[in-house]
């Protein structure tokens, strides 16, 4: 006589509970994918008056390599090229070897389709209202203020503490 076996656990069909685990595990891992994808790509999209990478970058640009005395001691400014830049005085970034043309304007000469400000101010001062200030080189007085004084309502400001001639300033750009 032969025997029949019952059938084993482990051949069992899948159950409800089974499909309802695995649905629900499914619909969460979803969920999350949709809501943590779209903030993976936000810093590299901006809004329109929103712009800290450029702000930061040009802070860097200029007083890192272009403004700067010696690009080993960055944020010690040479005097000269920092005259010039807020001059515009085309001879004198001739003579100092400044790297640039005075006279181009403010978005052309740093690359940037924005509106920007780059002011020097004391420490002291606000950062983003207090007045530029004055240095005399060669005999002539400079404000260091250049681009539109006047800011949209969206502003993004990076400052770096700056050396000109052994007096500490406040570097700052406004971008908008």
Not at 71 to 80: F, N, R
Not at 135 to 141: E, I
Request: hydrophobic share 40%.
């Amino acid at each position: 006589m032969s025997r029949t076996r019952p059938p084993s656990r482990t051949n069992r069909a899948q159950t409800v509970i089974d499909f309802g685990i695995g649905a629900g595990v499914f619909i969460i891992a979803v969920g999350i994918v949709f809501a943590f994808v779209p903030t993976l790509f936000e810093p590299f999209s901006t809004a329109a008056g929103s712009s800290p990478v450029v702000a930061d970058r040009t802070a860097d640009h200029l007083t890192g390599s272009r403004l700067a005395a010696d690009p080993a001691t960055p944020s010690v400014l040479s005097a000269a090229c920092t005259a010039a830049f807020f001059g515009p005085n085309e001879s004198l970034s001739d003579t100092a070897d400044c790297g640039f043309t005075a006279t181009e304007s403010t978005g052309d000469l740093l690359g940037v389709d924005r509106d920007v400000n780059v002011t020097v101010r004391n420490l002291s001062d606000s950062p983003t209202t207090g007045p530029p200030v004055t240095r005399t080189v060669d005999g002539t007085d400079y404000t260091l203020t250049r681009g539109d004084p006047n800011p949209g309502s969206e502003v993004t400001v990076a400052s770096r503490a700056v050396m000109i001639e052994g007096d500490q300033y406040r570097f700052v750009v406004k971008v908008w």
